[in-house]
């Protein structure tokens, strides 16, 4: 099970970190995805880190200015998020996949949280 926090309203220029915590399962056998869905869009990646955290990987939307981090010892992923843009908007979606490469689609990801919601003003 996992569960997204950290969500919310913030201004252009901004900073958020988005928090996702895993229970029920051995949290560092799995890689670890943030992705997003906008209103009337698909889900997109946004960001993926290895089972050790060696490997990261980022949408060329976000590169520079978000962060993806995780700590195995609390079972809980970080998305954290700097020089936020109204196109940011979205629901934020973690992602756990029990495939060993980091992955950036949203189909080999095996389980998913319940969103949470990030909204930037202009």
């Known amino acids: 099970q996992l569960q997204a926090s950290g969500g919310g309203l913030v201004q252009a220029g901004g900073s958020l970190r988005l928090s996702c915590v895993a229970s029920g399962g051995t949290f560092s056998s799995y890689v670890m995805g943030w992705f997003r869905q906008a209103p009337g869009k698909a889900r997109e990646f946004v960001a993926a880190?290895?089972?050790?955290?060696?490997?990261?990987k980022y949408a060329d939307s976000v590169k520079g200015r978000f962060t993806i981090s995780r700590d195995n010892a609390k079972n809980t992923v970080y998305l954290q998020m700097n020089s936020l843009k109204p196109e940011d908007t979205a629901v934020y979606y973690c992602?756990?996949?029990?495939?060993?490469?980091?992955?950036?689609?949203?189909?080999?990801?095996?389980?998913w949280g319940q969103g949470t919601q990030v909204t930037v003003s202009s």
């Open positions: 992602g756990a996949d029990r495939a060993i490469v980091v992955a950036a689609t949203d189909r080999e990801y095996d389980y």
């Open positions: 880190i290895s089972r050790s955290g060696a490997i990261t």
